[in-house]
């Protein structure tokens, strides 16, 4: 894939990952390393809550996204982040689940203290097979210049 630099975008443009399916060993270990409550590590302890089911994290959910974001956009020398200004979970990701990222170029600027990047505004909308809004996060990031 071709890698893109901070001139490639303009304000507006759309972007769309494959997909991606959640296991439920993947929201099991997961869980167990970051984010140990009952409703991620244990089926039957779920159902017994308001989700009815495993869930899987939302930081699971975010990590996913991060990457499917980043084999979407494949930034020259990586997107550094500057910051997450909003992330919400609406609805949560469950085992089999496929997820998909969309992510629209909102703003560009070029960086004042580091002028071989520019500053890269942006919207990702994670969703599942069924169109459901999973995750909406709004961003930041620094992404290298064409070299001149």
């Given amino acids: 894939m071709k890698q893109r ?5 303009k304000a507006g443009d759309r972007f769309t990952s494959d997909a991606y399916k959640v296991s439920k060993e993947q929201i099991v270990s997961f869980a167990r390393e970051f984010d140990p409550q009952p409703f991620h590590l244990d089926q039957t302890v779920a159902r017994k809550t308001m989700f009815k089911d495993l869930i899987a994290s939302g930081w699971h959910t975010a990590a996913i996204t991060m990457r499917l974001f980043v084999q979407t956009l494949s930034f020259a020398e990586g997107a550094i982040g500057l910051g997450v200004d909003e992330l919400r979970w609406p609805t949560p990701v469950k085992p089999n689940d496929l997820l998909q990222v969309e992510t629209e170029i909102v703003d ?9 990047h520019g500053i890269v505004r942006l919207r990702n909308v994670t969703t599942n097979q069924r169109g459901e809004i999973v995750q909406t996060m709004a961003a930041s990031a620094l992404v290298l210049r064409v070299k001149r």
């Fill in 5 to 9: 630099y901070f001139e490639d975008l």
């Fill in 108 to 116: 560009l600027r070029e960086s004042r203290s580091k002028p071989s």
